[in-house]
């Protein structure tokens, strides 16, 4: 399979834990997003890397929320201290091409429950 | 603020009935927009795209037509079939930002009945 792929798929924690989530893209792709998604809502946009540099972060991405691509290839994506409003699902996208014009793969996504 | 609507929330039809799903969108400067269809536990996957140079455009049962006057555009499927149940998304690019990033309407659950 060469589309984008996360790990792990679901992650159960208990309050005040940290968790990390990872993101490979397709291999060629050089940008790659990071979405949230709360049940019933469409994604919303957490932050974005052009190769390694993290070029854009949300509003929503609070400072317990860091990302990082440190070879320009997988991302990961770390909540320390969860509260139960981060249970959502994580999905990363990646894509080529012009900024703004080209088209978004998803991965499957990593659901969150926090509990 | 960037912003994308989309209606209805959800949308029931007749099997072999046509289903329309309008988006309104903010940014006047968006010019990408992609819908994407999301099944039950999956990942978005992406079943047409319309940027801004182009008014309509059609994939055998599905069609998109934007209007950037009135800043809105559309989803058309005809013939619907039982397996195009699912919560369909519209989104827009938003320009201002150069990263590409998308924001997405609220989206659509379309239920196709046999």
């Known amino acids: 399979d060469t589309g984008v792929s996360q790990n792990p798929r679901h992650k159960i924690t208990k309050r005040g834990q940290n968790v990390t989530f990872r993101c490979d893209p397709i291999s060629e792709h050089n940008r790659l997003y990071w979405y949230r998604q709360t049940l019933g809502q469409g994604p919303e946009f957490l932050t974005y890397f052009q190769n390694e540099a993290q070029l854009e972060k949300s509003r929503l991405l609070s400072d317990r929320f860091s990302a990082e691509r440190p070879k320009g290839s997988f991302s990961t994506l770390e909540i320390q201290r969860t509260e139960q409003g981060d249970s959502a699902m994580y999905l990363c996208a990646s894509s080529s091409g012009q900024p703004g014009m080209d088209t978004q793969y998803f991965g499957p996504g990593t659901r969150l429950t926090v509990l | 603020g960037e912003n994308v609507e989309q209606h209805p929330s959800t949308l029931s039809v007749q099997e072999g009935d046509s289903a329309v799903i309008k988006c309104t969108y903010s940014?006047?400067?968006?010019?990408?927009f992609p819908w994407y269809k999301q099944e039950l536990g999956k990942r978005p996957q992406l079943i047409i795209d319309?940027?801004?140079?182009?008014g309509e455009k059609k994939d055998q049962r599905i069609a998109v037509t934007l209007n950037k006057t009135a800043k809105h555009f559309s989803l058309h499927i005809t013939e619907t079939q039982p397996e195009d149940s699912a919560v369909y998304f519209c989104a827009a690019s938003i320009r201002s930002s150069n990263t590409g990033k998308l924001i997405f309407g609220q989206g659509t659950t379309l239920q196709v009945k046999p």
């Open positions: 319309i940027r801004s140079n182009v």
């Open positions: 940014d006047s400067a968006s010019n990408y």
